[in-house]
């Protein structure tokens, strides 16, 4: 994990101010550095009045480094003394060409981008004609990367900076352009609503040549051009990551270099179930491939975590955030299966008091109704709260020998107001009410500050988990319709109709959710994990056929299954995944109805009136 930020300048070096310094050092706190570099434009660049120009570009690049892989703490950005290369590295590469890392992935990476730049020699009086052969410089390496990312590399052989981030934008960058002939690329802003921040898109690899103005664009404008805003005699191309059954065609009046490559997603299954399709059993095929899957997936994100580099009497590496619903506890329920049984996990509980939930449970009790106790009020009858103990108790019954912490975290309504500002700036620029309550669970989840309860004396005491990896369970829905609106859209055109809501959600995971959640979580130097978004879990998961994914219809033409009297009509979303959590004993996890996060922490609607998700946070 790592805090990027790199800026661009004709006119004198751009440094990250006080602010975003601290910022990056709440993501990265073990290491942060520095780099400069001036470079020359090309002599044969022209400026915009046609006259030749010989200019100074400033670049300046800045790392922090939350050090999780290998056995040493490697400061980033990552230099090449030889050619003057630079990366900044924020990710997980799980694998690279099909070959597990062992060790530091940033390393790995930087030395096969070293290696890919070298094998195109570089010279400058035929370079133009080679020219869609080196921007694609980066792509051989970035097409078998297996992990989440984003990142920064300055290829110091061919003066062109490249950065993106993975294909599912798993990893936060944001980019900013201005008439004040600055560039800035950053993992994180500083919320200014005057600065016009924007996510860098998950579907390109994305360019900046810098040592000439080469023809990259027709006539059109490009989305963002250099030439518009007149900030560098360059242009920003794209290097496209094109899915399943695209065509390319030109976008923008952008020059597309297509890369044909394979970590590309395949497009959802369509097949529709046939007359004879019967329901799936916990025994059934497509059940125990998805339990393998999910836990190599699992397995690579839990094993070899390193201990935190200041010592701890509390070694504990590895938390879950831990609502107690389906997706969260079969992962902690694998977790069991993974992990040595001496390393002790933290389960970690949010629940939140809302003004508007008590004053209606205060009404209630006022004329004389039934409402919450004072030992409820206002954080026992959260439901996240409920099924979380209750999931618990069943872990604690199936998973035994291992130190489970459930970690009760709860925010009052004034500490909430007092962290406001600072969740608003980290979501920026993302800007609506769900945005907001949903960042709120995750921010202060994230931080892992709360109580746990002595098991024999039931005393509770303040703990902080020291674990810096958070295992999420982010993904399942959007793979196995666990959605609301996946049951609408069954209910309105039957399967078809569900295939185009599933295939629409997998589509925009990464721009609607992914960076948005990076920016909060890893605002207190942790890292979230993403089991179900595996790369290779996720194609499993598109090419499996909907109806063994979903239930929808199926209970009411089959009936319900008597032929295992112990099994009841599970709920039709997440079907798959239910039938898992039951051959994993995880009964009550099986049985739970789906809740949004905003909903089961009670962070949506804090105050009475009509405020819908979408509407833009009030200031």
Known sequence: MCGIWFSCSLQRPILPDDQIIALLQNRGPDSLNVIRKTIQSNPSCTSHGGVPEDRAIHLVFVASVLSLRGTRIVPQPLLDEDSGSLLCWNGEAWKLDGESIHGNDAEAVFKSLLAFARSYPYDPETESEGHATALAVVTPTFETIAGPYSFVFYD???????????????????????????????SISDGSPSDTWEEVEPDSNYVLDLARHLPLTGETTPKVSFEKTRILPTQIARIDIPTAQEEPSPTNGIQKLTVQTNRRFPVINRDAPNPMFANLR??????????????????????????????????????????????????????????????????????????????????????????MTLDDLPYGKCPDRITGISTFTELLSVCPGRLWRFVSIDIPYSELLAHRSQVISLIHPHDTEMDLSIAYALYFAARGRGTISDPVTKDTCAYTTPARILVSGLGADELFGGYTRHTVSFSRGGYQSLLDELQLDFNRLGKRNLGRDDRVISHWGKEARYPYLDEDFVCWALELPVYEKCNFGQNEKNGTQTEEPDLP????????????????????????????????????KMTAGRTKGTQVISQ
């Not at 590496?317 to 933290?346: E, K, Q, T």
């Not at 079907?575 to 949004?596: F, G, P």
């Open 282 to 371: 916990p025994e059934s095929k497509p059940v125990t491939d998805l339990h393998e899957n999910l836990q190599n997936s699992l397995a690579l994100r839990v094993r070899g975590i390193p201990s935190p580099p200041t010592p701890l009497s509390n070694t504990t590496r590895l938390a879950v955030l831990f609502s107690g619903g389906l997706d969260c506890s079969v992962l902690a329920r694998l977790i069991h299966n993974i992990l040595p049984p001496d390393h002790a996990v933290d389960l970690l509980n949010i629940a939140f008091e809302n003004p508007r939930v008590v004053a209606a449970a205060n009404a209630r009790s006022a004329k004389g109704e039934p409402g």
């Open 569 to 604: 009509l599970l709920e039709p979303n997440k079907h798959i995944l239910r039938l898992l959590a039951w051959k994993l004993n995880m009964k009550s996890a099986a049985v739970e109805k789906k809740r949004a996060i905003q909903f089961g922490a009670r962070t949506a």
């Open 156 to 186: 110091g052989l061919y003066q062109r900076v490249y950065y993106g981030r993975d294909p599912m934008g798993r990893r936060s960058l944001l980019i900013k352009s201005s008439i004040s002939q600055d560039l800035v690329i950053s």
